[in-house]
């Protein structure tokens, strides 16, 4: 049986998403000798905490890790957020945590958004819970590095950008 060609190729200098950790550099590609098998590795540096996380090459997608997206998504992203005719069902916000901590778990940057909007959208009805406002900080963080790094602009600008999309 042939195996499965991996997609997601990276070198070291290349930005990548690690699912719930955000956007991070490959400082490098090593080998490393676990047991008798000798595996390579990237190296990867996440951005917002300087974390080094270790990710066997062969295992690269399916723990999630993928390129940052393309600048020509962007929009689709922007879409997402300003889609206010959402249905939030009434649920306990342990189980709503749970749900869209599921979501952020998934990295997809779609994913991400919808959580940010719900979220958003969900603190102009009530008070949120302390778990669910640092979700939104997060799925914030995540999604803010992430498009910015697409785009090629600052911070600070995609912040300003979904901060109007609130207002």
Same mark, same amino acid.
């Given at each position: 049986m042939a195996k499965k060609k991996q997609t997601n190729q990276f070198k070291s200098g290349d930005m990548a998403v =690690? @699912?719930?950790?955000?956007?991070? !550099?490959?400082?490098? $590609?090593? !080998?490393?000798?676990?047991?008798?098998?000798?595996?390579?590795? =990237? $190296?990867?540096?996440? #951005?917002?905490?300087? /974390?080094?996380? /270790?990710?066997p090459t062969s295992k690269s997608e %399916?723990?999630?890790?993928?390129? &940052?997206? @393309?600048?020509?998504?962007? $929009?689709? $992203? =922007?879409?997402? #957020?300003?889609?206010?005719?959402?249905? &939030?069902?009434?649920q306990p916000w342990n189980q709503r945590y749970r749900d869209y901590m599921e979501k952020i778990k998934t990295g997809s940057v779609y994913e991400i958004a919808g959580v940010l909007r719900d979220l958003y959208l969900l603190s102009e009805d009530k008070d949120l819970s302390f778990g669910e406002r640092k979700m939104l900080d997060t799925a914030k963080s #995540?999604?803010?590095?992430? #498009?910015? &790094? %697409?785009?090629?602009? !600052?911070?600070?600008?995609?912040?300003? /950008?979904? %901060?109007? &999309?609130?207002?």
């Open positions: =690690y @699912p719930a950790h955000g956007v991070g !550099q490959i400082e490098s $590609v090593e !080998q490393r000798k676990i047991g008798d098998n000798e595996q390579a590795f =990237y $190296v990867l540096r996440i #951005l917002d905490s300087s /974390m080094v996380i /270790m990710i %399916a723990v999630g890790l993928r390129n &940052i997206i @393309p600048a020509s998504e962007v $929009v689709k $992203v =922007y879409d997402i #957020l300003r889609n206010k005719k959402v249905v &939030i069902t009434s #995540l999604l803010v590095k992430e #498009l910015a &790094i %697409a785009d090629k602009v !600052q911070e600070t600008h995609i912040e300003k /950008m979904v %901060a109007e &999309i609130f207002v």
